[in-house]
Each structure stands twice: as structure tokens, then as C-alpha cells.
């Protein structure tokens, strides 16, 4: 599969994944609103995230897939096959042992990523029981991760990409069917995170039964290739666990200002994620497996042409979408979030943090793009390295920037260390030689900036049109919203062909790459 259409896959399935968390989200704001329920669900939550992230979807992923593609490559899918039947049996093994420990634990551990909550006894309660039910999760999710990898190394994006779905559609539904009969609407949500877990894994399971590439689970052994696995996590587990820990400080943080804190930065991230999975995401994740086959076989310059193309996409998708979501932040957190219990307060605060979130978006997704090229080289050094030289500054900058802007400066932070961590990334890929970008691109970055401009400026103008109409929660309000959203990226994109930061050759030498196969 071209690495164009591998993006569109993953970047398709992640936008309708994205657009079923936003229902999922709207009804959570409209029930919970961003009172205690709210923040206690939301910190349960994140409890499993953070674990995953750091081994499952981070460490693990990183490593697991540059290996099994030089498997493939090598010795072909059986003996790759096999090889993921080791790690899986292995992996299986310890994530349950963790699952068991932790839950055991639970407790102390919201203890430690929570203590403002300790000073709301009923808050810290909710947020253990639902924890207890959230991180059963962990051990799920941590599976179907594996499983993806497989189907992503044999260029089988679809699986993979569409399972997010099938979690906010229970989520949904747990709000209506749990809802009622549990303690709270929140307990109901966190069954719903575990049912869908499974739901998760049952999907993976058949999409690699159907691609005769299903590994058996057998009893845990330790064998060269498990050692050689965990070798190489060590430091990417450091460097997963150092972002990780980057987000944990900012939840610690909010957990000590007012409630509703914790509830905004959340919404606000849910939103600056949406851009950030289906364009930043949904590159790397195509974009890694490539890279190691080409890296495996020596094929160098492929793999930097693939480094350009793919920042380039990136970049002309993701700038215009960072100035939309500052200059519209009011009016899309309005029309999708508040009614119910989220009233006009929520919504300003959390469009005040979307602000600060989205002016890091465009670095954000360079990192995405970056990170790759390190990792099909099992670099996973020096990836640990920027992310914790990234932490130090975020949480010197949130200690600073809280004390005057409250849960928005803990957004500024964040979007302030992710543009110094882009940078260094360029520059240490520039001095090892493994990709500079051409100067024709640092023009066209240039020229994209300015059709951006030209879009915010005339966003600015419709929005001031529409009057309070653009600010409605409303029906109409909707309409009015997706209408500047429509015109943005018109005025976008006319503004990007006359300032010739698109051609129609590019177009159509693109559209023949999407029939490519590599």
C-alpha cells in the first residue's frame, strides 16, 4: 500500500473514530458536566491511558513493529507469525500481573495522580471506583495494540484504525443502558470503558483470523527474541513514561485548582486531539512500519523522500487547523458542549484552554512525523533524551504560568515545550544527516503560513457576520459553525493555489501515488 493511501486509510477511520468520541464527549459534558463525577471519571480514565501509552501504544509499538517488519522482510509472514506469538504469550502474562497489583492498589495510586482530590473525600471515592472498573481496560486494549501491529506491518491499516470506534460506541451506550441502574452515571461509563476493551479485542482478533495472520496464545517462555524485545523497550519505556509523566503532571496540577479544572483541559485536549490523531497520528502510524523497510533494506533515500512527503501533508493540513481552532475555540465548544450541566462558564474555560492547546498543534504533529525515523532505526535513545529535556521545561512552565492563568497556563505550557521539542528534533536529525528538508518545502512552509493568515483573517470577519448566531448551542448555531468552517477552508485553500503553495501537478502526482503499491 503507498504510504498516501496508508494515510488516508488511517487518517479516515480516525476522523469517524473522532467524530463518535465527540457525540461520546457532548453526552458525557451534557450529563457529567464539569462538576465532581466529571473529573473523578476523567482521572479514572486516564489511569489506563497512561499505562497503555506507556507500553502498549508507546513503548511496546515502537519497538514491536520495526522488529516484526524486519522479520518480514527477511524471513516472511510465518516466521513473523511466530515471533508475535512469543511477545504476545510473554506480554499477556505481565499485563495481567499488573492489572491484578494494581487494582489492588488502586487507592494510593489516585492518591499519588490526584492529591487535590484528597481534600473532596466523596470526589476521591468515585474516582477509585471507577478506576477499579477502568483499568481492567489496560490489559485489553494492550492486546488489540499487538494485533494492530501485526496487520499494520502487512499494510492492513483498516482494523486497527476503525477499533476507537467501537469503544465511543459503547461508551454512548453505557450512558443510556448503565446510566440509570448504577450508583452514578459515571460508574455506568466506566463498565462501558471495560466492555468496550473486550469489544476492542474481539474485533482485532478476527481481523487477523480473516488476514491468516492470528497468533496463538500459548504458555510464557523466555527466549532470545522476548530478550532482545525488551532490550530495546528499556529506554523507549523511559521515553514513553517521560511523556506520559509530561500529561500526568498537568492532571496533578489541575487537581489542585478549582474544580472543573481537570474537566476543562480534558475537553480542550479532546478537541486539539482531533486534528492531531487524524493528520499527526495517522502519518506516523503509516509512516513507521515504511520507514523500517526501507531502513532494513537500504533503501535510504526512499525513506527520506517518504520523511518530506509525509511533513509536508502534514503541515499543509495541520497549520490551518491550528488557526481555526484558536479563532473559532467560543464558538465550537459552545455548539458541542454546552447543554445540561456544562453551562456558559465551562464553555469559556475550555475554549480559553483549546486556544492554548491548538497554538501547539503544528509542532505536536511534527514530532508525530519526526519520530519515526528514529524509531526504524531502533533509535529510541535519543527520543528519550528530547522528551525528558521537554518535561524538565513543561513543568517548570506550568509552576509558573498557573499562578497567572490557572488551568490555561498548564495548556500554554504544554504547547510551549512540544515547539521546543520539535525543534530539537529537527535539529538532531540535520546533524546526524538522517533528513533535512529542502529549501523548496521551507518556502512552500512559508507560503502555507500566509493562506492560513488570509483563512484566520477571513474567519474573523464571517464570525463577527454571524453575530450571536456563531456562539449558539442552538441548531442553528451548528449550521452556522460548520458553515465557517466550510468558508475557512475554501478561503484556505484558494489562498494556498494563489499563493502557489499547491500546484495542480502536485495533485495529480499525488492521486497516482495512491495507486502505488510499495
Known amino acids: 500500500m503507498s504510504l498516501l493511501k496508508a494515510v488516508a486509510t488511517v487518517g479516515g477511520y480516525t476522523?469517524?473514530?473522532?467524530?463518535?468520541?465527540?457525540?461520546?464527549?457532548?453526552?458525557?459534558?451534557?450529563?457529567?458536566?464539569?462538576?465532581?463525577?466529571?473529573?473523578?471519571?476523567i482521572v479514572a480514565f486516564k489511569l489506563p491511558n497512561f499505562f497503555r501509552r506507556l507500553t502498549a501504544e508507546g513503548s511496546f509499538t515502537i519497538v514491536f513493529i520495526p522488529m516484526l517488519s524486519g522479520v518480514l522482510e527477511r524471513d516472511g509472514k510465518q516466521k513473523a507469525i511466530e515471533f508475535a506469538q512469543e511477545i504476545m504469550s510473554f506480554m499477556a502474562a505481565i499485563l495481567l500481573t499488573v492489572t491484578i497489583i494494581a487494582i489492588f492498589f488502586m487507592p494510593q495510586i489516585v492518591g499519588l495522580i490526584a492529591p487535590g482530590f484528597a481534600h473532596a473525600p466523596n470526589k476521591f471515592n468515585l474516582a477509585v471506583d471507577f478506576a477499579e472498573l477502568t483499568f481492567i481496560y489496560l490489559p485489553l486494549i494492550s492486546l488489540v495494540a499487538l494485533l494492530g501491529g501485526i496487520l499494520n506491518s502487512?499494510?492492513?491499516?483498516?482494523?486497527?484504525?476503525?477499533?476507537?470506534?467501537?469503544?465511543?460506541?459503547?461508551?454512548?451506550?453505557?450512558?443510556?443502558?448503565?446510566?440509570?441502574?448504577?450508583?452514578?452515571?459515571?460508574?455506568?461509563?466506566?463498565?462501558?470503558?471495560?466492555?468496550?476493551?473486550?469489544?476492542?479485542?474481539?474485533?482485532?482478533?478476527?481481523?487477523?483470523?480473516?488476514?491468516e495472520a492470528l497468533p496463538r496464545l500459548v504458555w510464557p517462555r523466555w527466549t532470545p527474541r522476548v530478550s532482545r524485545l525488551l532490550k530495546f523497550m528499556l529506554p523507549a519505556v523511559v521515553g514513553a513514561g517521560v511523556v506520559q509523566i509530561n500529561l500526568l503532571i498537568d492532571v496533578i496540577l489541575?487537581?489542585?485548582?478549582?474544580?472543573?479544572?481537570?474537566?476543562?483541559?480534558?475537553?480542550?485536549?479532546?478537541?486539539?486531539?482531533?486534528?492531531?490523531?487524524?493528520?499527526?497520528?495517522?502519518?506516523?502510524?503509516?509512516?513507521?512500519?515504511?520507514?523500517?523497510?526501507?531502513?532494513?533494506?537500504?533503501?535510504?533515500?526512499?525513506?527520506?523522500?517518504?520523511?518530506?512527503?509525509?511533513?509536508?501533508?502534514?503541515?499543509?493540513?495541520?497549520?490551518p487547523a491550528a488557526f481555526g481552532l484558536m479563532v473559532l475555540s467560543d464558538p465550537i465548544v459552545t455548539a458541542l458542549f454546552q447543554r445540561g450541566a456544562f453551562d456558559t462558564t465551562s464553555a469559556a474555560s475550555t475554549a480559553l484552554a483549546l486556544v492554548c492547546y491548538s497554538a501547539g498543534l503544528p509542532a505536536f504533529v511534527i514530532i508525530k512525523i519526526f519520530q519515526p525515523n528514529f524509531f526504524a532505526r531502533?533509535?529510541?535513545?535519543?527520543?528519550?533524551?528530547?522528551?525528558?529535556?521537554?518535561?524538565?521545561?513543561?513543568?517548570?512552565?506550568?509552576?509558573?504560568?498557573?499562578?497567572?492563568?490557572?488551568?490555561?497556563?498548564?495548556?500554554?505550557?504544554?504547547?510551549?515545550?512540544?515547539?521546543?521539542?520539535?525543534?530539537?528534533?529537527?535539529?538532531?536529525?540535520?546533524?546526524r544527516n538522517l533528513y533535512s528538508p529542502r529549501k523548496q518545502l521551507l518556502g512552500k512552509i512559508v507560503r502555507i503560513i500566509l493562506a492560513a493568515t488570509v483563512m484566520g483573517l477571513g474567519l474573523i470577519a464571517l464570525k463577527e457576520f454571524s453575530g450571536d448566531f456563531a456562539e449558539s448551542s442552538s441548531l442553528s448555531g451548528i449550521c452556522v459553525l460548520l458553515l465557517l468552517i466550510f468558508c475557512g477552508g475554501f478561503i484556505y485553500f484558494i489562498s494556498l493555489f494563489l499563493f502557489n503553495g499547491i500546484s495542480k501537478e502536485e495533485i495529480v502526482e499525488n492521486l497516482k501515488r495512491w495507486s502505488v503499491r510499495d
Open 15 to 41: 476522523m469517524i473514530s473522532r467524530m463518535t468520541g465527540f457525540i461520546r464527549d457532548i453526552l458525557i459534558a451534557a450529563t457529567l458536566g464539569a462538576g465532581p463525577i466529571a473529573d473523578a471519571f
Open 154 to 211: 502487512l499494510g492492513k491499516f483498516a482494523a486497527m484504525a476503525s477499533a476507537p470506534i467501537l469503544l465511543n460506541l459503547f461508551l454512548i451506550s453505557s450512558l443510556g443502558v448503565f446510566a440509570n441502574i448504577l450508583e452514578t452515571p459515571g460508574h455506568g461509563l466506566a463498565v462501558g470503558v471495560a466492555i468496550g476493551g473486550l469489544a476492542q479485542l474481539i474485533w482485532l482478533i478476527e481481523a487477523c483470523r480473516r488476514a
Open 254 to 319: 489541575a487537581s489542585t485548582l478549582p474544580t472543573g479544572s481537570v474537566s476543562y483541559l480534558y475537553y480542550a485536549d479532546r478537541l486539539n486531539q482531533l486534528p492531531l490523531a487524524v493528520i499527526g497520528i495517522a502519518i506516523g502510524t503509516a509512516l513507521l512500519p515504511s520507514m523500517s523497510r526501507n531502513i532494513q533494506a537500504g533503501r535510504f533515500q526512499e525513506a527520506s523522500e517518504n520523511q518530506e512527503k509525509s511533513l509536508e501533508i502534514g503541515l499543509i493540513l495541520t497549520i
Open 378 to 431: 531502533h533509535d529510541t535513545t535519543t527520543p528519550v533524551q528530547i522528551a525528558a529535556g521537554s518535561v524538565v521545561i513543561n513543568l517548570i512552565l506550568n509552576l509558573i504560568l498557573m499562578q497567572y492563568f490557572a488551568h490555561a497556563g498548564l495548556a500554554m505550557a504544554t504547547s510551549i515545550s512540544a515547539w521546543l521539542s520539535a525543534a530539537i528534533f529537527a535539529i538532531v536529525l540535520k546533524t
